[in-house]
Each structure stands twice: as C-alpha cells, then as structure tokens.
C-alpha cells in the first residue's frame, strides 16, 4: 500500500472532527466511571476495593494491551479497527446492564469495553497522524480532549440517566449513544492512492503461492492421469481398435514421465519453502533479540528508569480521585443539595484546561518539560495529601480543579519521552512507558478501595497516594539534577549509543 504525502488539511479536518468524538464517545463513561461505581457498591455489596477493580480495568486495560492493539490497526487499518471496537465498546455497556454480580462486570466492563477503548484510541491516532505532518500537533491536541470533553459531559449525563431510568436504563442508552462510534468508524477513509500499482512480490513472498500451486497440482496429478488416459484411449479405440492396446500403453508411460516431473518439482518447492521458513523465524528471532537489547540500553539511562517509575506511581496514586472523588464527598457527609456539579465534571474540564496550558507551555523554548513535569507530579502529591482535610464540597471542589490540571501533564510526556531518549527510541520507550502506565491505572483505585475496607475511612488511603507521586516526582527530580549526571559521568563514562538526558537543554 503506497501512501500520499499528508496533506495537513481537507478530508484531515473530517479525521480530526470524527476522531474527536469517537474518543468522547467510548472514554466518556469509563473516564465518569465513579458515578458507576456508587450504584454498583449500593447494588452488589462488595467491598470498595473489589468493586474498584471494574473501572480501573476499563481504563488500564487498553494500555496494557497497547502493542496488541498496534498490531491490529497496522494489520486491519484504522476503518475496520474502529467499527469493529465501535460494537465492542457499545456491546460491553449493553452486557453490562444485565450483569448478575461484579464478576461479570470485570469481563463485560472492565476487558471488553476498555479493550474497545485501547483500540479506538489507536485507531484515531495512528489515522490522523497519517493525514497531518506539520500541523500534527494541533490534531493530536485536538482529538485528545474528546476524552476529557467526554468525562465532564458524561459524568452528569450518566448521573441524570441514573435517576430517571435506573443503573440498568442508563447502561443501556450510554451503550447506544456509543453505536454512532459506527458512524464515525466509516469516516476514516484510508490514506492511499488509488492510482499506484501494487508493489510486485519478491522473490521470498512468491514462495508460499508457488508452493501452493505446485500442492495442488500434486493432490489432482492422478485424476489428471486418468481423465487424459480415458479420453485418449477412447478415441483411440473408436477410430484404430488395433491400435488400442498399443496407444494406451504409451500413453501410460507419457504421463507416467510427466508425473515424476511434477512430483520432482513439487519436492523442490517444499525445499524452498522449509528454507524460507527458517530464514522467517530467524529473522523473527533477531528482532526479538533486538528489541530486548534496546530495552536493556534504555533502562541504563537513568533519567529513563526515573521516568518509569515515576509514571508507575503517578498512576497508582494519581489516577484514584477520577474514580473515587465522589464517594469521597458521600464519606464526608456532604449533602446532595450542596452539589452545583458532579466532582468528576470538574476533574474533566480542568483536565481539557491543563493539557491545552501545559502543551502550550511546553513550545516555549525557555521552559525544561522535564522539570515541569516534576513539578505537576510534585503539585499533585501536595493535593492529595490535602484530600483528607476537605470536609465541603467547595473544598473538593476546589481540589478536584488542581487534581484535574494537573492530570493534564498526559500532554507533555510524549515532550518528555522524545528529550529523554530521542526521536529514533520515542515509539520503542513510549510503548514501554505505557504499559506501566496502564499496571498503574489498574492497580491504583483497588488499593485505595482496599485501604478504606481495611480502616473504614479514605485519609490512609490518599496519603499513601499521595507518598507514591511524590516519591516518583522526587526520583524523577533527583535523576535529572545536572550534579548528579556530573557524577555519574565521572565515575563511569556511557557509550555511544546510550541516551542520557541533557537537563540544560530546553524541551
């Protein structure tokens, strides 16, 4: 498949309009999760912990899976990818209102629909990237905030469903509202052209049709025999029967010749293609190979590993209050009447906010990302161990718009990721990156659920949230001072091809 050059416009607008709100669509409710998972700790009456597990694998799982998820979209295309999760995402809500107990919402919730998300989100990144080069940014910026839009619109819808049509009404009609991914989905036409003839096969790829071929020419060479001897020998013995005898027996050793020919030509053709397969998994062996030796070469960068385990315990610590902060209020007492706006609303249009000022922020020449990031990391452990002395909704109010900003430093990793390890390592580093990310997200509300099951009440539980981003921002922060890379470089010098992080050098 050739493609054309981006042109950084026309149908690219469409992409960018149908990309947007097919993210709104299929993170709106995983994102507004926390209204769910008031209803689900009313209906089913497990523990906080457990009933956690269901948002935080809808909203892990799609990273986890990230390199499947690539696989898919690079085989299939973005088109079938989104259609195909569009019934994904919209089947799972739908199961979802028929769930019996909290394990079948950890399938029909938690692995189907975020498995959906996953594929959706790389759908629409990887076709808009094909259809902008120079404005790429402003597209990705563009499309990224349907997921936060999402989670302020779909927090409130889902809670205004909930009272009129109940928790299985409004699982049903959110599910619905996702079949316009469909819609959407059927928009992301290709970039291809047309015009250009197919790249002509190599050698190595003509193997496998010849081999085909030549199997069957092998699995019909006997009826082939014993059509061609029966009509031979019939006209034969219609027009000369003397000859009869005669003719079929040569006919026999003609096509005798011919089918040891076939058969020499066929065992050729199976040494070929055995040939062919041990190249194929070797070749296949050495890019394993390859790619774990880079992995061991990115770990040996320190501000790298500083970044993975910062990025770990930010979302293990970070990620809660998206799911939690509204049980949090209920724990506090706060009454109904006092609420002008779910929590989770506020999270998501501070959370459009921060990544539009923090991206904005990070083209600035005189700003280090790296050391912005610390600091959003650093601000938002500050914030959480602030949760447990907030006892009014203007409070959490207040705190939920911080945590939110904050959160919005998702758009300037990719700037961190890219300085620490270079454009030429950025998909290999990111890849990894995000799968821990994804482990975080999991694991971090079932520890804060299990933190308030265990004590009855959320204070251990932010503060040990709070404990982990702090301890990855400090790390992070510690690895890019420029006297500690001063050390390091005089005690042991890196070679070549190792990526070390430049402090002084602007983002």
């Not at 994904?88 to 919402?105: C, E, K």
């Not at 009447?337 to 929590?343: A, C, F, G, Q, S």
Request: hydrophobic letters at 45%; one cysteine or more.
């Amino acid at each position: 498949m050739v493609f054309r050059k981006p042109p950084d416009g026309g149908w690219g607008w469409v992409i960018v309009v149908v990309s947007f709100f097919t993210q709104f669509l299929c993170y709106g409710s995983p994102l507004a999760v926390g209204v769910l998972y008031l209803e689900w700790l009313d209906a089913f009456g497990e523990g906080k912990g457990k009933t956690a597990w269901v948002g935080s694998l809808a909203n892990g799982i799609g990273l986890l899976a990230s390199p499947v998820c690539s696989i898919c979209v690079s085989s299939f295309g973005a088109r079938p990818v989104a259609i195909f999760s569009g019934f994904m995402v919209a089947g799972g809500l739908m199961m979802s209102s028929f769930a019996p107990n909290i394990y079948f919402l950890y399938v029909s919730y938690g692995i189907v629909v975020g498995l959906g998300c996953g594929l959706l989100y790389t759908a629409t990144v990887t076709i808009t990237c094909q259809y902008f080069d120079k404005r790429r940014g402003l597209a990705l910026g563009l499309i990224s905030t349907g997921s936060s839009v999402g989670l302020f619109i779909y927090a409130a819808l889902q809670r205004e469903l909930i009272e009129l049509y109940g928790l299985d009404g409004c699982l049903l009609i959110v599910g619905a509202l996702s079949l316009n991914i469909l819609a959407c989905g059927s928009l992301m036409r290709p970039l291809e052209s047309s015009r250009s003839p197919p790249p002509e096969k190599t050698c190595v790829d003509k193997v496998p049709d010849q081999y085909f071929v030549y199997h069957e020419k092998e699995k019909t060479v006997e009826e082939n025999i014993s059509i061609l001897e029966k009509g031979y020998i019939d006209e034969k013995c219609v027009n000369n029967v003397p000859d009869c005898k005669q003719d079929s027996i040569l006919s026999k050793n003609v096509l005798s010749s011919i089918n040891v020919n076939e058969k020499d030509t066929y065992k050729k053709k199976v040494v070929e293609q055995t040939n062919f397969c041990k190249q194929l998994a070797k070749r296949k062996w050495q890019l394993y190979w390859t790619y774990w030796k880079e992995t061991v070469v990115l770990f040996k960068n320190k501000v790298f590993s500083a970044l993975f385990v910062a990025i770990l315990l930010f979302d293990i610590g970070g990620f809660p209050p998206s799911l939690l902060m509204e049980d949090v209020a209920r724990s506090a007492n706060i009454s109904e009447d006092d609420y002008y706006m779910p929590l989770i609303s506020i999270i998501g249009i501070m959370t459009t906010v921060g990544k539009l000022i923090l991206g904005i922020l990070a083209d600035f020449k005189w700003v280090n990302t790296l050391y912005l990031y610390v600091t959003t990391l650093l601000m938002t452990g500050v914030a959480l161990f602030a949760i447990p002395f907030a006892k009014s909704y203007l409070t959490l109010a207040i705190l939920s718009g911080i945590l939110g900003f904050l959160t919005g430093n998702w758009s300037i990793f990719p700037y961190v990721t890219t300085k620490t390890v270079g454009i030429e390592k950025l998909t290999h580093a990111y890849g990894i990156l995000m799968f821990f990310a994804g482990l975080g997200n999991s694991l971090g509300p079932p520890i804060v659920g299990w933190f308030y099951d265990w004590t009855q009440e959320y204070n251990t539980a932010f503060y040990f949230s709070g404990f982990c981003v702090l301890l990855g921002g400090f790390l992070l922060l510690l690895a890019a001072l420029p006297c500690w890379n001063a050390c390091t470089n005089q005690s042991s010098k890196l070679p070549p091809n190792t990526y070390s992080y430049k402090v002084a050098s602007s983002a």
